[in-house]
C-alpha cells in the first residue's frame, strides 16, 4: 500500500485486519506512571468541557476524578484494532469490577464505561514521518462536541506511547453492516438516514474549518443506539471558516433530474457576518421574519492543500490529477458514499488503482439501470450526479456547503436538525464481551474488499 507525505514522497504502509484478541500481549510492553496532574490542571489544559456530553455516563465517569487519568486507570479487555504504528484497546476504568463476574455483568449493563483507547508509538510515528498527523488528529478531536462525532475523554503519556481515550462505538461500521444487508446495499431510506446524518456531522467540521478528507463508509461508525459517529481525523485539514448569513439564489424543486443545478450565487449576492448576538434576532418576536430565506453558510472554500490523501475509490478528480484542493474534495466523497451504499460498490472502481484514478478523471458518471425505479432514487441520483460533478467549482456543496446540500429534495421529509431524534433503521444493542465489534477499523482484507486499497494514512 502506498500513501505519500505532506511532502509529496511516496511511502509504504502497512495494515493488519482487526482482531478480538485478548490484550494478554500489551502488558509486555514497559509504561511508566504518567506524571500526576491536577483536576485544576486536567479541565483547563487537557479537555474542555462539552456540552453534548453532560448526560454521558462514561465521560461524567472520567471528568469526575481528583486527578487526571492514567494509563493505570484504565484496564484493558481486549485489542480491537492493530496496525503499523499502533494498536486499539477496548477499555474500562479500574474499580467498575475487576472480577470476570464483575465484566459479564458489565457487558450486560446500559451504564457501562467502555472506552476504545488509541496507543501510539511515538518513536515509531517519528521514524515514519507522521508526527504532524497524529497531532492533527489529537487537535480536532479537542475541539469536537457533536452528537456525531467522537469525544475525546482523555489523554495522558505512557514512557514512548501516546495514548488517547475516546468514545467507543459496539455497533461497527458502514461497510461491515452494508455486507450484511439483502444484495449487499442498503435500502433507499436506511441510506437517507445515514447520510443525513453524515451530512449534519459535516457540516459541523465544515463549520469549524476541517475538510474531513477522508469520508467513507469504513469510518463511519454506527453507536449502539443506531446513529453514526465519524471517526479518524489523521487525514484532515485545519482552515479557516467565516460564519456568514447569506441570500440564496432562486432555487426550484422542479428542476430536472438529469441537470443538476447548483451553482455559487452572483457576486451581487450580499454576505453578512454571521452573529449569534445580533440585535436585530432580539427585536424581532419572529425569526424568520427577518430572512424568510437566508441560509447560514460556513464553509472553508479558501482551504487549498497539495497533498495526496485519500482512499482510491474515494479521491476527488482534482486529487488524483494531482491539483490543488479544498473543501469540495468532502462533498465528492459524499457522492461516491452514498453511491455505495444505495449500489452496493463504487461508481469508479477498476481492477488497478491506476486505472481507478483515471476512471475518476476520464470516465463519465453511470448508474446500475438506465431508469431509477422510484422518485426517491430519481432524487438520489440526482443527488449524487451533484455531487460528482468532476469540476469542483461547480459541484455541489463546494460554495455553501450544507446550506445548499440540505435543500435537496432527497432530505425532503426528514428534519435534519432534529435528526438525532430519529428511530435509526438498525440498533446493534448492547455490547457482548464474547462477541465485540470492533469500532475503529483498519483496513479490510476480506474476500469483500481486497481490491480497495487505500493511501490514507491510518493508525489501525
Not at 143 to 165: G, K, N, Q, W
Not at 299 to 308: D, G, L, M, N, Q
Request: proline fraction near 6%.
Amino acid at each position: 500500500m502506498l500513501e505519500r507525505d505532506s511532502d509529496g514522497e511516496v511511502v509504504n504502509s502497512s495494515h493488519s485486519s482487526m482482531s478480538s484478541e485478548s490484550c494478554s500481549s500489551f502488558s509486555r510492553l514497559s509504561f511508566d506512571a504518567a506524571a500526576t496532574t491536577t483536576a485544576a490542571d486536567f479541565a483547563t489544559e487537557t479537555l474542555c468541557l462539552k456540552p453534548h456530553r453532560s448526560s454521558d455516563f462514561a465521560y461524567s465517569a472520567i471528568r469526575s476524578k481528583k486527578t487526571a487519568p492514567t494509563f493505570r486507570d484504565f484496564r484493558l479487555l481486549r485489542r480491537i484494532g492493530a496496525g503499523d504504528i499502533g494498536t486499539v484497546y477496548l477499555c474500562t476504568l479500574r474499580g467498575t469490577g475487576s472480577s470476570p463476574a464483575d465484566q459479564d455483568r458489565e457487558s450486560s449493563s446500559s451504564s457501562s464505561c467502555f472506552y476504545a483507547m488509541k496507543v501510539v508509538d511515538k518513536e515509531a510515528l517519528a521514524l515514519k514521518k507522521k508526527v504532524h498527523r497524529a497531532e492533527m488528529e489529537r487537535k480536532i478531536l479537542k475541539m469536537l462536541d457533536h452528537p456525531f462525532l467522537p469525544t475525546l475523554y482523555a489523554e495522558f503519556e505512557a514512557s514512548h506511547f501516546s495514548c488517547i481515550v475516546m468514545e467507543y462505538c459496539s455497533g461497527g461500521d458502514l461497510h461491515s453492516l452494508r455486507h450484511k444487508q439483502p444484495n449487499k446495499r442498503f435500502s433507499l431510506t436506511s441510506a437517507r438516514f445515514y447520510a443525513a446524518e453524515v451530512l449534519v456531522a459535516l457540516e459541523y467540521l465544515h463549520m469549524l474549518g476541517i475538510i474531513y478528507r477522508d469520508l467513507k463508509p469504513e469510518n463511519v461508525l454506527v453507536r449502539s443506539d443506531g446513529h453514526i459517529m465519524l471517526s479518524d481525523f489523521d487525514l484532515s485539514l485545519c482552515s479557516d471558516a467565516i460564519p456568514a448569513v447569506e441570500s440564496p439564489d432562486s432555487y426550484s424543486d422542479s428542476r430536472s433530474l438529469s441537470t443538476p443545478s447548483y451553482t455559487r450565487p452572483q457576486q451581487t449576492t450580499a454576505l453578512t457576518p454571521f452573529s449569534c448576538l445580533s440585535t436585530r434576532l432580539f427585536r424581532s418576536r419572529k425569526v424568520q421574519t427577518l430572512s424568510p430565506n437566508r441560509l447560514f453558510v460556513a464553509e472553508p472554500v479558501a482551504a487549498r492543500s497539495r497533498s495526496f490523501v485519500g482512499t482510491h475509490e474515494y479521491v476527488s478528480p482534482e486529487v488524483a490529477s494531482g491539483s490543488s484542493h479544498g473543501n469540495a474534495v468532502d462533498w465528492w466523497a459524499f457522492g461516491i458514499f452514498l453511491y455505495e451504499l444505495i449500489y452496493g460498490r463504487t461508481p469508479f472502481a477498476a481492477p488497478s488503482n491506476e486505472n481507478t484514478l483515471r476512471n475518476i478523471v476520464k470516465k463519465p458518471l453511470a448508474f446500475p439501470t438506465p431508469t431509477p425505479s422510484s422518485a426517491l432514487e430519481g432524487h438520489a441520483r440526482d443527488l449524487i450526479s451533484g455531487f460528482l460533478n468532476k469540476d469542483p467549482e461547480r459541484r455541489l456543496g463546494s460554495k455553501r456547503g450544507a446550506a445548499d446540500v440540505k435543500k435537496h429534495p432527497f432530505f425532503k421529509g426528514i428534519n435534519l436538525a432534529l435528526v438525532r431524534s430519529l428511530t435509526p433503521p438498525m440498533i446493534p444493542g448492547l455490547i457482548r464481551r464474547q462477541n465485540t465489534t470492533p469500532s475503529y477499523q483498519a483496513k479490510k482484507t476480506d474476500k469483500n474488499r481486497n481490491t480497495r486499497q487505500s493511501t490514507a494514512f491510518e493508525y489501525f
